[in-house]
């Protein structure tokens, strides 16, 4: 659909509109437009991947519209986790030893990607890998160099709210959110209080940024080096 409106550009940009407006709210886009008597439209969906339906009459220059504000919204975070890599160290709050959890799963992916990480977990002293073993700190204060540490969490939102709060007092500059980690509350937090924020729908999965899915496009967007370990 896309390939096939693009190629109208041209002529879409002689359409006169007579009201052309909408409302970015994300995650969700809002879309609308009144064409003049004579102007064709179509009846469709139009929506972004894993984002709800949204049924309305679009013309087909709406339609482009709808699709630049999602692709502004998707560079916007790929940026964020572009300079989220950029960090020197890294850092997961919600490791775990338990192999079934995400938390076992995103500490195991920094390991190996030959990312130095610090596993966060104030209950467990240890976080065994198969390969190696990673002594716990308790919080983000704890960290060697937290102004240099960018920080992953697979956390509740009570939790993650706390966390957050924590993490920007000791300077840590940019956080990766795994989805089910963040409610209303955290991301109103997450608004001006870190220099980078990985967040919300997008990314390749059905989910929403996750660094299983995500990490690896957002370590070339950083030029970042790696290798693969057990």
């Not at 390991?111 to 002293?125: E, F, G, I, K, M």
Request: neutral net charge.
């Amino acid at each position: 659909m896309r390939e096939k409106l693009g190629g109208r550009r041209k002529a879409k940009e002689k359409l006169a509109p007579s009201r052309l407006g909408f409302s970015a709210s994300l995650p969700h886009l809002y879309l609308y437009l009144s064409l003049p008597p004579t102007s064709s439209s179509f009846s469709s969906t139009i929506r972004p991947p894993d984002e709800p339906s949204y049924p309305t009459t679009l013309s087909r220059l709406s339609v482009n519209i709808f699709y630049h504000q999602y692709d502004l919204k998707m560079s916007a975070t790929m940026d964020a986790a572009r300079r989220f890599f950029l960090s020197p160290q890294f850092a997961v709050a919600g490791a775990s030893n338990d192999r079934s959890k995400f938390g076992y799963k995103i500490f195991a992916w920094y390991h190996q990607h030959s990312l130095p990480v610090t596993p966060l977990n104030p209950r467990a002293p240890e976080i065994e890998l198969p390969s190696q073993t990673y002594k716990t700190v308790p919080s983000p204060r704890d960290l060697p160099n937290p102004d240099q540490t960018s920080l992953s969490i697979v956390t509740p939102p009570p939790v993650t709210l706390a966390l957050l709060k924590e993490a920007h007092s000791v300077g840590i500059p940019a956080v990766w959110l795994q989805p089910g980690t963040y409610d209303k509350s955290v991301l109103d937090f997450l608004d001006g209080h870190f220099a980078a924020a990985v967040v919300g729908d997008g990314g390749v999965g059905g989910e929403g940024w996750c660094v299983l899915v995500d990490g690896e496009d957002a370590l070339r967007e950083a030029h970042r080096e790696w290798k693969a370990q057990l």
